[in-house]
């Protein structure tokens, strides 16, 4: 545990949760969950289904409203601030059930992420697809992702697993300084889910990575912390080591949980 | 490819030639109903720029239409005003109608947009019917003039051909646009624009404006051509038949709009002469596009001419784009469903050998 925050950047977590709560009606879909996420860490949120990840993630992209406490991302409050700001302040996310832009092409959907970002994005007059620098960053986030074959192609035509592979590049795009990945494997073979591994894994070390994942092997290997959410609440944290000897954990894994 | 990027110049170059040549080439009657074509092409093309290239589907772009036809009756017939200036007039409060009409809209989508715009179209159409003392009633304004170098049946269609090209001009680089290219975002996948760091209220509100701002433009061209301007052509069949001009032609593209409003001027102008169930007509050639080519006449071509040429010439990939429906669908197509067909056809293949070569990597390497 001690190992964790803020000391190898030396500056404030790149993302801070304090007591965040997401209520519906009566049910408490999250409820006062706190942690921070160092600069360059990798974090996996493990927990069975209906735990209250994916509301989690759509507090901290701002698609979802906080009920109640505070979410900071690089030193900002951006508890009620709109999502197209908090993205432009440098956070991307992935969705478990792929969201891309099924009849554009692939490269048209990366270039509409590296666009999102930049002055020009409702600009009218100058054609998008001949922005030489927008086309080009836009290509080496579809090559990052291995689709480089593909490019024209509409993304409704890749099957699933290029699809996923399209939702990472969408994201990587960006090049956020914090990525939410909601279960970058859902849906994958055993073998897409190895590549999947190996392109999370390659992904640069400053870019700090949040993770949603259901798969205990993939999640333990990619994080070097991990928050396991129950219920809404948090019932364990540490590295993926003290998770796995977890007894709370293995409790709520093997249905022994309340 | 060549080939067929010379059949793609030359068949432009005949069909700008016959646009140039036509009051050379036929009566009075026929130029009329080609004026009337473009500035329905224009109104069509005002829709389908929110509703095929956004995905916004509006039933009371008529509203917005009338707004320019009355303002431009009543400053220039009842104020006096000089037509150049009524007209800039006109436009101005088109788009500034437009843009709060737009601030209603920006947080619905789907039906509920659709609902809001038909409730706007009807608040303008009632306006128009009881306020009278500004808008003359159900008699309309009468006495709006033609620009004076354009007061003959042909300079008149010069005239239109003039707008209309411009506004062509405009709408063509809007769409390519980075602003184009986040309207089709906002119609594939909506709530994916926020996360991307667009402000997707704004792009609506941009949206709707400049949509209805052609509009008034092909208002403007609409009640100088009659030199008469009325409740009927801003109730919400004028609306219904501004969309369904543009399913019929094919939604998402510019062309399809010029295609559906000439099938529907032709039927309402030439096929009525003889034919007294003429609406009957229209009716069944719109249920027809629907059920065989939802994505428009337009579209047809795109699918069984253009893009078969394409794949024979060896440009699989621009096909592919349009078998899906690039600039097409959107709004009626099936394409959703091929989406997920096609998916489940890639899943239960052999999984290609890239991904494979890296697991063995990986295993070796653990």
């Known amino acids: 545990m001690d190992e964790t925050p803020s000391e190898q950047s030396g500056a404030r977590p790149v993302l801070r949760l304090t007591g965040v709560c997401r209520h519906y009606g009566g049910l408490r879909a999250v409820s006062d969950v706190s942690f921070e996420v160092a600069s360059g860490e990798r974090r996996a949120v493990i927990g069975p289904n209906g735990a209250g990840k994916t509301t989690l993630f759509k507090m901290i992209s701002r698609e979802e409203p906080t009920t109640k406490g505070r979410v900071e991302f690089l030193g900002r409050d951006i508890t009620r601030m709109p999502a197209y700001r908090v ?73 699933h697993g290029e699809q996923r592979q399209l939702e990472l590049g969408i994201a990587l795009a960006q090049k956020p300084r914090l990525l939410l990945l909601d279960e970058p494997a859902a849906g994958l073979s055993a073998v897409e889910r190895g590549m999947m591994r190996d392109l999370v894994k390659d992904l640069p070390d400053d870019m700090t990575l949040l993770l949603i994942e259901h798969d205990m092997e993939l999640a333990l290997g990619l994080a070097d912390y991990v928050t396991c959410l129950h219920n809404g609440s948090q019932v364990a944290q540490g590295n993926p080591e003290e998770i796995k000897n977890n007894e709370r954990v293995q409790d709520i894994y093997l249905g022994r949980g309340d | 490819m060549n080939t067929l990027r010379l059949v793609k110049w030359a068949s432009l170059a005949a069909v700008v030639g016959l646009t140039v040549a036509l009051p050379y080439l036929v009566s009075s009657f026929y130029v009329n109903m080609a004026t009337q074509m473009l500035f329905f092409g224009l109104f069509a093309l005002s829709i389908n720029l929110i509703a095929g290239y956004g995905g916004m589907v509006t039933l009371g772009q008529a509203g917005v239409l009338g707004i320019a036809g009355y303002g431009l009756g009543i400053f220039y017939t009842s104020y006096a005003v000089p037509l150049g200036v009524s007209a800039l007039l006109a436009i101005i409060s088109t788009i500034l109608v437009a843009a709060f009409f737009g601030l209603l809209l920006v947080r619905a989508s789907g039906v509920y947009f659709l609902m809001i715009t038909l409730a706007q179209g009807m608040v303008v159409w009632g306006v128009a019917q009881r306020l009278t003392t500004l808008t003359g009633g159900d008699n309309g304004l009468r006495g709006i003039a033609r620009p004076p170098f354009a007061v003959e049946y042909w300079s008149y269609y010069y005239f239109s051909l003039a707008v209309v090209a411009f506004c062509v001009f405009l709408i063509a680089r809007i769409v390519r646009s980075p602003f184009g290219l986040s309207l089709k975002g906002v119609r594939e996948a909506e709530t994916r624009m926020a996360p991307l760091g667009y402000d997707v209220k704004r792009i609506k509100l941009f949206a ?14 609409l009640a100088m051509y009659n030199n008469f301007f009325s409740p009927p052509s801003v109730y919400v069949k004028a609306s219904a038949e501004g969309l369904l001009m543009s399913i019929l032609g094919g939604v998402g593209t510019i062309t399809g709009a010029f295609v559906g409003s000439g099938v529907f001027v032709f039927v309402t102008n030439y096929v009525s002469g003889y034919m007294e169930r003429w609406p009957t007509l229209l009716g069944l050639i719109f249920v027809l596009t629907i059920l065989f080519t939802p994505d428009g006449v337009v579209g047809a071509w795109q699918r069984l001419v253009w893009a078969p040429l394409l794949r024979r010439y060896g440009a699989a990939d621009e096909a592919e784009l349009i078998e899906v429906g690039v600039g097409g669908g959107g ?26 070569e890296q697991v063995e990597e990986t295993r070796a390497g653990s």
Not at chain 1, 103 to 131: D, H, I
């Open chain 1, 87 to 159: 993205a432009k302040l440098g956070l991307s996310r992935t969705y478990q059930i792929t969201r891309v832009f099924p009849a554009l092409s692939v490269l048209e959907n990366v270039v509409l992420a590296t666009q999102g970002l930049r002055p020009g994005r409702y600009q009218m007059f100058k054609a998008a697809m001949s922005n030489k620098a927008l086309v080009e960053d836009s290509e080496r986030a579809v090559e990052q992702v291995g689709l480089q074959r593909v490019t024209k192609t509409p993304a409704a035509e890749l099957g």
């Open chain 2, 208 to 221: 709707f404006t400049i949509s209805g701002t052609f509009a008034g433009v092909a208002g403007l061209l």
């Open chain 2, 331 to 356: 709004l009626l197509s099936d394409r959703d469903l091929k989406g997920s067909k096609s998916a489940i056809e890639a899943g239960s293949a052999a999984p290609s050998e890239e991904p494979s």
